[in-house]
């Protein structure tokens, strides 16, 4: 078991950009860009904290283009290098189905590096990465069917599937074989293991809560196939699947004692100390010590960040986060507005989770700077939707007064339909103005709507 930053070097051949879904999310909506003039390249590292961790990690990306959806998945693996040719032109007439159906994925790309091989594998079968590609190899529960009768089903449909796709390769190596072998077999576990939401996407809830009665009362975590299996087997595996919540599955197949089975402990509760200091949990330096010794370094160095972050909350917290006034929702904002005598007062009702609202939030900030010294107070609204630690967090960087009010409270202020929503009160605590959605032209109104509001 080892660390290691995981990163692939991807390039585009004919123009295009390239979003990785990961960091969608982390930059508020804003798409990551290519490292380069002409966005056609980039050098993709894993940085943050979490990603570092786990063996082996997964990544999707997709490439940005108007008519283009083409998925490109890889496997990173750290300490191994791998590189991503992209032919735009080839990817158009493929999805457009141009040229008679002659262009195929392996057209579109070409892979490099040492763990080409395997990614291969991913790139030419996104039936594995994808559970509505392979649906139909999930079977349906009938009644009085034992787990032990479903779960035999299951892992013959998706052997059957497995051949397949062997079948639609016969050039693979024997690296490549194995590793579709394990992909499948991670499948097969997975779906074994949550099973009742497995039957759920394949039957509807409905169906399957009326059939599954006797699956329950006969399920095991015992199965006659795992000595069968590849994917569990020290030395064999390519791939290593961090699933952690698969524990109870290997010591119910005597496999409590293997090293796979303790690397799974040792993530899992490092895991556990991450989510603690995630939700702004200073550790002791036992519950450090505790942790397996390849993490404890970066544990400890992670949990220092973290008593310095809770540090700036605290003092943040004095100037920042506001007591909710003690009125009903619907005399909320007029009571507040009453706090500031002769000052116009801008309203962002808003959620930590809403990605429209932190990109008006971040637009905002050089507005909110140009009228610092003018007559206007910047409030925000969120609500228990917004996770308490969560809310801290962003709330450090984001000036203003904040409060964070009651699920009851929230539901009492009239007209609120969406978010992020937007009111504007006038020096002489009116409502002037308010509007739902962030564009960029809301952003104007406001300037323009504040500039009169301070009249």
């Known amino acids: 078991m080892g660390l290691g930053q995981t990163s692939a070097t991807i390039r585009v051949h004919g123009g295009g950009t390239i979003l990785s879904h990961h ?4 930059l508020w909506g804003k798409s990551y860009r290519c490292s380069n003039d002409d966005d056609s390249v980039i050098v993709y590292h894993s940085t943050d904290y979490l990603r570092q961790l786990p063996l082996f990690s997964g990544r999707g990306f997709g490439l940005v283009e108007k008519g283009v959806n083409t998925q490109f998945p890889l496997l990173l693996i750290p300490g191994e290098t791998l590189t991503l040719d992209i032919d735009l032109p080839a990817v158009t007439a493929r999805d457009n189905k141009l040229g008679d159906g002659k262009v195929t994925m392996r057209d579109c790309y070409r892979v490099g590096g040492t763990i080409a091989d395997i990614n291969q594998v991913l790139l030419e079968n996104q039936e594995l990465q994808y559970s509505h590609y392979h649906m139909d190899a999930i079977p349906e529960c009938t009644q009085g069917e034992t787990f032990a009768e479903w779960s035999e089903q299951l892992w013959q449909n998706l052997d059957a599937f497995r051949q397949k796709l062997l079948d639609t390769h016969p050039d693979y190596t024997r690296r490549q074989r194995e590793f579709l072998k394990i992909w499948v077999e991670n499948l097969y576990v997975c779906y074994r293991h949550d099973y009742v939401k497995t039957l759920k996407d394949k039957m509807g809830a409905e169906k399957a809560d009326s059939v599954t009665g006797h699956l329950k009362e006969t399920y095991t975590l015992a199965d ?27 010591e119910a197949n005597g496999f409590s004692d293997s090293e796979v089975c303790q690397t799974l402990k040792a993530l899992h509760y490092k895991d556990q100390l991450v989510k603690r200091m995630n939700e702004l949990e200073v550790l ?31 003092r943040e917290a004095q100037k920042r986060m506001i007591p909710t006034p003690d009125v009903t929702g619907d005399k909320l904002l007029e009571t507040i507005v009453a706090q500031h005598p002769g000052k116009a007062v801008f309203f962002d009702l808003w959620a930590t989770w809403c990605g429209p609202c932190k990109i008006g939030i971040t637009a905002m900030e050089p507005l909110k700077e ?10 925000y609204l969120t609500n228990e939707t917004s996770p308490e630690s969560e809310w801290k967090k962003q709330v450090a960087n984001i000036p203003g007064l904040h409060y964070r009010v009651t699920d009851g409270i929230w539901k009492q202020i009239a007209d609120i339909t969406a978010i992020p929503q937007y009111y504007i009160y006038d020096r002489e605590g009116h409502r002037q103005w308010e509007q739902t959605g962030y564009d960029e032209q809301v952003l104007k109104d406001i300037e323009q709507q504040i500039g009169k509001a301070l009249k």
Do not use: C
């Open 23 to 26: 960091d969608w999310r982390n």
């Open 224 to 250: 006659l196939h795992f000595k069968d299996m590849l994917i569990y087997q020290g030395g064999r595996t390519f791939y290593f699947p961090a699933h952690t919540d698969h524990i109870p599955y290997l």
């Open 284 to 314: 002791s330096d036992s519950d450090i010590l505790a942790a397996h010794p390849l993490f404890q370094t970066l544990l400890r160095e992670y949990n220092d960040s973290i008593r310095l972050l809770v540090e700036r909350f605290q």
């Open 370 to 379: 140009k009228l610092k010294d003018s007559n206007v107070v910047f409030v």
